[in-house]
């Protein structure tokens, strides 16, 4: 059987990287100022962190049921049945909409809710399509990830705790205490819930802390005691050269290499310019 491996903008997958891997992105959409737009196709990550900073009213939606309904039928012209890996059902609803939606295609198409976003669902992503060309069905595909859906681990930093406040994070005395004192929460993201897990002060003290917290999950929650099983992935909303220190700060760190990714719009919505994290995601075999 012919296996179509999707996803969505959310992955952080570029249409160029999706166009290299054979992977199929449906993107997202936005409202800027009240006016669609749809992530990597009517709006470039630069334009919407720039409009964003300029005071433009900005939220996220979900794809219209009717798109990813031509989105998959077009797959299926080509392809015997979908496997489709959407962002975390704890962070949008566009996972369970998904899920309903598929029970109309008699099988043909699979539903993956992995708990995942950004380098997490990107990884799963990019092992679905190995295993995809490689002869593994979908249904065998989706057992496999799901089977390894708690095998990672993210941990960020936000520039700007404005966009946290007005998602109703964090309270706004303590936006504004923390943006004078220039106060970086640092976040885990695991299986969808996003918790805070200590603070610092500056960019130096943050990127340190997002190491410790590694350092601390390779040992406390994968039981290990060296990088072998495990992809190291970093993420952020951040300049080029920022960007690239990051990247390298992280391979002396743990002496291995780590890919770099842009954060998705769904996260930058909530969370501003100046996201930066790194995840350990476990190698699957």
């Known amino acids: 059987m012919k296996t179509a491996i999707a996803t969505d903008s959310n992955s952080g997958i570029s249409p160029a990287k999706a166009e290299k891997y054979g992977i199929h992105v449906l993107p997202m959409p936005f409202y800027v100022n009240d006016e669609l737009y749809f992530e990597n196709?009517?709006?470039?990550h630069e334009e919407f962190y720039t409009r964003q900073r300029d005071g433009a009213k900005i939220y996220s939606s979900q794809p219209s049921p009717a798109d990813?309904?031509?989105?998959?039928?077009?797959?299926?012209?080509?392809?015997?049945?979908?496997?489709?890996?959407?962002?975390?059902?704890g962070l949008s609803g566009s996972c369970a909409t998904a899920q309903a939606m598929a029970q109309d295609?008699?099988?043909?198409?699979?539903?993956?809710?992995?708990?995942?976003?950004?380098?997490?669902?990107k990884?799963?992503?990019?092992?679905?399509?190995?295993?995809?060309?490689a002869g593994v069905n979908a249904a065998e595909i989706l057992k496999s990830l799901v089977y390894?859906?708690?095998?990672?681990?993210?941990?960020?930093?936000?520039?700007?705790?404005?966009y946290l406040k007005q998602g109703g994070r964090i309270s706004a005395s303590s936006a504004a205490i923390g943006?004078?004192?220039?106060?970086?929460?640092?976040?885990?993201?695991?299986?969808?819930?996003?918790?805070?897990?200590?603070k610092v002060r500056g960019d130096k003290l943050a990127r340190k802390k997002i190491m410790q917290c590694l350092d601390e999950t390779l040992?406390?929650?994968?039981?290990?005691?060296?990088?072998?099983d495990f992809y190291l992935a970093a993420a952020?909303?951040?300049?080029?050269?920022?960007?690239?220190?990051?990247?390298?700060?992280?391979?002396?760190?743990?002496?291995?290499?780590?890919?770099?990714?842009?954060?998705?719009?769904?996260?930058?919505?909530?969370?501003?310019?100046?996201?930066?994290?790194?995840?350990?995601?476990?190698?699957?075999?």
């Not at 099988?107 to 992995?114: E, I, N, P, R, Y």
Request: overall charge negative; hydrophobic content about 40%.
């Open 219 to 228: 040992v406390n929650k994968f039981h290990a005691d060296n990088m072998d």
């Open 105 to 121: 295609y008699d099988g043909k198409v699979l539903v993956a809710d992995l708990g995942r976003v950004s380098v997490t669902q």
């Open 148 to 162: 390894a859906k708690n095998e990672c681990q993210i941990f960020l930093t936000v520039d700007d705790l404005k």
């Open 236 to 285: 952020g909303s951040m300049s080029e050269e920022n960007a690239r220190q990051w990247k390298t700060q992280l391979e002396e760190h743990f002496g291995v290499k780590c890919s770099m990714s842009p954060i998705p719009l769904s996260l930058g919505c909530h969370l501003g310019y100046g996201i930066y994290g790194a995840a350990l995601i476990r190698k699957m075999h």
């Open 179 to 198: 943006t004078l004192l220039n106060i970086k929460p640092i976040l885990s993201l695991e299986d969808a819930k996003v918790e805070a897990v200590g």
């Open 68 to 89: 990813v309904m031509e989105f998959w039928d077009r797959l299926l012209e080509e392809y015997d049945e979908v496997l489709y890996i959407p962002m975390s059902s």
């Open 41 to 44: 196709q009517t709006i470039s």
């Open 123 to 133: 990884q799963a992503v990019l092992e679905a399509q190995k295993q995809a060309r």
